[in-house]
């Protein structure tokens, strides 16, 4: 990969994977950090990255890394400092979405980390199950339950969403 | 759309699980962001963390990074072992780079934990701990290894390396604190463990079964520090001196 084609790769790749790490972190900083330095890390190894065939889950499979950590890393430091969870999250203006969101960080991290690579990221379920080091039954596990939590949060199969308030 | 979607664990909600996908799909659509800075900066930084032994940049420190970098760059060296830990290590199951593949401007240490067995030290955060390795029989596996395990008690008869032949009877021991380590080609596992049946050994004397022991109070520590995924490179050879004569491999 030419340094033009990898600054081709980044400035395509960059605003996809932002979002989808938004949707992993429902933070849009700490997206977007992770993300940066999931970038620098592929050009850093570049060799391995290209080895692998598929760049841009290479570089979604590092942020992601990324975002458990540090999150693992602030929640941690916040119950030891404040002893209570994880930072409130600030509702944008798209109430569905910040109910969304919200819901999305109540789930345990492995079940937020099978519902985004499955629905959003169109990973199939041994895809998932290969990226998350976990078997294929306990990944349709953690999605199934995944997705039962996030059906109390959201009004499930309705299909009337737009200006509905979602419980 | 939602049909590569389905599976047949629960075929009742694969309507909300399309719905849910739609949804997904929208808010990250909605949360895109433009990269803040350019191509060329991205690889910039992987260039320069190369060169100067990753040291914490944060982007936004990227102008006083430079200033460090021009009047740090001989004091850095000896830091090298104790790379400070901003982001965490890729973890074992990314597709992984067997051998160590650096760029071709210098050699990374990218670890967070580095283990010098011809010192007996530990490297972590900027404090070295004293170790003690495997004995020359059963020496510890050297390379690149990421953290794949973690247990606060865990018996050591199970674990591979057939037992501490310093403290013998390893069938019966259990270790707290015990971290798991898998190579990078994965092909070869050890333990970082406290050495609570032999807690002088650590910095004097070569003991265990192929595995990095600890002072108990160290062990307790680094559990802290390391979690799934964190890289421990071990470095060294096995000393002779203090282990047992028969045995100078």
């Not at chain 1, 997705?147 to 199969?157: F, N, Y």
Request: aromatic share 6%; net charge positive; proline share 7%.
């Amino acid at each position: 990969m030419t340094e033009d084609e990898f600054d081709a790769f980044y400035a395509a790749a960059f605003p996809r994977l932002t979002g989808q790490l938004y949707a992993f972190t429902g933070d849009h900083g700490e997206a977007q950090d992770v993300v940066q330095e999931a970038f620098v890390r592929a050009w850093h190894r570049r060799r391995d990255f290209l080895a692998d065939g598929a760049p841009e889950a290479w570089v979604r499979t590092v942020a992601m890394r990324l975002a458990v950590s540090r999150w693992r890393r602030a929640r941690r430091w916040l119950e030891l400092v404040r002893r209570i969870p994880p930072p409130e999250f600030v509702p944008g203006p798209d109430l569905e979405h910040a109910a969304l969101v919200t819901a999305l960080r109540t789930l345990p991290e492995a079940q937020r980390m099978a519902v985004v690579l499955h629905h959003l990221c169109d990973l199939s379920v041994e895809q998932v199950a290969s990226e998350t080091g976990a078997p294929v039954g306990t990944v349709k596990a953690r999605l199934a339950r995944g997705r039962a939590a996030l059906a109390r949060v959201l009004a499930p199969g309705e299909g009337e969403r737009e200006g509905d308030r979602v419980r | 759309m939602s049909d590569d979607r389905r599976y047949d664990a629960d075929p009742h909600d694969t309507g909300y699980a399309g719905e849910l996908s739609g949804a997904l799909h929208t808010l990250a659509a909605e949360h895109q962001s433009a990269p803040p800075v350019p191509g060329a900066e991205i690889r910039r930084l992987a260039v320069r963390r190369g060169r100067r032994l990753r040291t914490t940049v944060v982007v936004a420190g990227i102008a006083a990074a430079a200033a460090l970098a021009v009047t740090l760059t001989a004091g850095l060296r000896h830091d090298s072992g104790s790379v400070r830990r901003t982001t965490p290590a890729t973890g074992p199951g990314l597709h992984p780079s067997p051998s160590l593949t650096p760029t071709s401007t210098a050699t990374p240490v990218v670890a967070d934990a580095l283990v010098d067995l011809t010192r007996m030290t530990m490297t972590v955060d900027g404090r070295a701990l004293p170790v003690s390795s495997g004995v020359p029989e059963q020496p510890t596996p050297t390379g690149r290894f990421t953290v794949f395990g973690k247990y606060r008690i865990r018996p050591l008869s199970t674990g591979n390396g057939t037992g501490g032949s310093g403290a013998g009877g390893a069938e019966e021991l259990k270790a707290p604190w015990v971290i798991e380590l898998l190579s990078a080609d994965r092909k070869k596992t050890t333990l970082i463990l406290a050495l609570t049946y032999d807690p002088k050994a650590p910095g004097r004397s070569p003991t265990t079964g192929g595995w990095i022991g600890l002072r108990e109070a160290d062990a307790k520590w680094l559990y802290t520090r390391l979690d799934k995924g964190s890289v421990v490179l071990v470095t060294g050879r096995t000393p002779t001196v203090g282990a047992s004569p028969s045995a100078l491999s």
